[in-house]
């Protein structure tokens, strides 16, 4: 990493969290900056799509993909017509907006409008007076907004508070040097970061090719193949059975205990949720977020299921795959698969219903929320090789994945590097701690969101 070099002469901020800053540099409130605007509540009949004249930006636009400095991404739009009658203020570009609510405000996701805009009331906008967006957006990305924001269930902050906060103020020309220096550098490292995150997406695909290839055809390239008679499977080796689920497996519901019976809930059972399905790590779950008591369990109509079950989740989404480490129950938004047949592989068909995925998918049905019913799952059609084939390939995708989701794991920490040192590059440029003056007056990039 390149080290930049200091200032000549410091002096004490006063504030805190800042310490010292070059000696010519001023310190004012936020305000001092621009203009505090407030977001419009928009029905959303009125939400236009992308040709509308004015983008509509949520909270959740800021986790689109793109730059993490500039607001180029919306899913929706609104006409001049429509904001003009319901009183929304268009702000210019270089506004700098971020989330006033709930967790997106903890994770200070402020962005820069590039065209003229408007936002909802969960966002707030700066509309920055002669000041460069650039420096302001960099100084904003400081800001412990958890220790700023009000108490409460949901984090939230008001305009008062924001006015207020200290800001650095050095010249515009030290401003547009900065904006110069963090521009060109912070997208050098986005560049890098979006390389990364393409090659963990071909990484995943190729895993996912892997496992499909593993249980439609085996691992012997010699031998003799025939026609399935299921479309997204194709020809699968001569001996191997095509037969539904039900011939192998039981299901087996899951149910969630009364929520407001404190006796019901913090026992020893472990109860699996959806969400339990996406954030584990591997293939195994072993625990939960939530356990329910004996009195609990026999409460509601879940199951206990032993350890080597699949566990699916059928709705809310479809898809989410796991192996049984332990005894233990679901909620209604999973299915249990326990086998009927002593000599089955549990992590051959694991493999083989994470390929299926989609196909699990499709078979979902519902008009509130799509569901994969017992039916539908009972009736999947799957692939059988001989017993022993259903460990060797088992073994061979323990092997092959473990090799691939190290390699993510390696890249996925690159990504966390890259974007400490890019937080990094902005605290100590826009905190005065380095001197970019030079970079810029070598012409390091010009201004502005195209550099």
């Known amino acids: 990493m390149v080290r930049y070099k200091p200032y000549e002469r410091y002096k004490d901020s006063g504030v805190e969290w800042i310490g010292k800053i070059p000696e010519h540099w001023d310190v004012k409130p936020l305000k001092s900056a621009g203009e505090f605007v407030s977001g419009t509540g928009f029905p959303h009949e009125y939400q236009g799509l992308a040709e509308e004249l004015y983008p509509f930006f949520k909270v959740d636009d800021t986790n689109l993909p793109g730059n993490e400095l500039y607001m180029n991404n919306h899913t929706n739009s609104v006409s001049e017509k429509i904001a003009k009658q319901l009183g929304a203020k268009v702000c210019d570009a270089g506004t700098v907006i971020f989330p006033k609510v709930g967790a997106a405000l903890l994770k200070n996701k402020r962005r820069i409008l590039t065209r003229p805009s408007i936002f909802d009331n969960n966002m707030m906008g700066l509309v920055i007076g002669q000041d460069k967006p650039e420096y302001i957006a960099g100084c904003l990305s400081l800001v412990d907004f958890g220790q700023l924001c009000n108490p409460g269930p949901v984090p939230s902050i008001n305009e008062r508070q924001l006015s207020s906060l200290p800001m650095l103020f050095p010249s515009l020309h030290e401003q547009q040097a900065i904006t110069n220096f963090l521009v060109h550098k912070t997208s050098e490292i986005d560049n890098l970061i979006a390389d990364k995150e393409k090659l963990i997406t071909l990484l995943q695909e190729y895993r996912q090719a892997v496992i499909s290839e593993a249980v439609t055809k085996g691992l012997d390239p010699n031998v003799k193949m025939k026609d399935s008679g299921i479309e997204w499977i194709g020809e699968i080796p001569e001996h191997w ?178 974007k400490a040192y890019r937080q990094s590059l902005i605290s100590e440029a826009v905190t005065g701690k380095i001197d970019v003056r030079e970079f810029a007056a070598e012409g390091g990039a010009a201004s502005g969101q195209d550099a």
């Open 241 to 418: 059975e095509i037969l539904p689920t039900k011939r192998l497996f039981k299901i087996v519901n899951g149910a969630t205990p009364n929520s407001n019976e404190p006796d019901y809930w913090d026992g020893d059972i472990l109860w699996v949720t959806p969400i339990d399905l996406n954030e584990i790590h591997g293939n195994v779950i072993i625990e939960t977020k939530r356990r329910i008591t004996v009195e609990g369990y026999y409460s509601c109509g879940t199951t206990l299921v032993p350890p080597g079950s699949i566990i699916i989740s059928t709705r809310a989404p479809i898809g989410y795959i796991a192996l049984a480490g332990n005894p233990l129950c679901t909620n209604q938004g999973c299915k249990s698969l326990v086998k009927k047949i002593k000599s089955l592989s549990p992590s051959f068909f694991y493999y083989f219903f994470l390929a299926a995925r989609n196909e699990l998918q499709a078979w979902g049905m519902g008009t509130t929320f799509v569901e994969l019913s017992n039916q539908s799952l009972s009736n999947l059609p799957i692939c059988v090789p001989t017993y022993s084939e259903q460990q060797a390939i088992a073994d061979y995708l323990d092997q092959k994945t473990s090799e691939i989701d190290s390699l993510i794991s390696g890249i996925q920490d690159s990504i966390e590097q890259l």
